[in-house]
């Protein structure tokens, strides 16, 4: 099943880290803070889980099956 991506505009300070990681995944909005792109393909789950570990304010929600991976439920 594809990963659920999720970021928290509560915790977002808008580094733009996974942006700069990962453009094709993660924009930037206009309220400041980031956004995940649709996204599917098991070759990307690897490249999302890792962006989301490096989000400094860990705003980064990512979810199999409804299972968290990384990050906690807001």
């Known amino acids: 099943m594809a990963l659920e991506v999720e970021v928290d505009p509560g915790l977002c300070i808008g580094a ?22 649709p996204a599917s393909g098991d070759d990307l789950d690897e490249k999302i889980i890792e962006i989301a570990r490096q989000c400094p304010n860990y705003a980064i929600l990512v979810r199999r099956d409804g299972e968290v991976i990384v990050g906690e439920e807001p």
């Open 16 to 37: 733009q880290r996974c942006i700069y990681l990962a453009p094709d995944i993660f924009e930037m909005g206009e309220d400041g803070c980031a956004h995940a792109k």
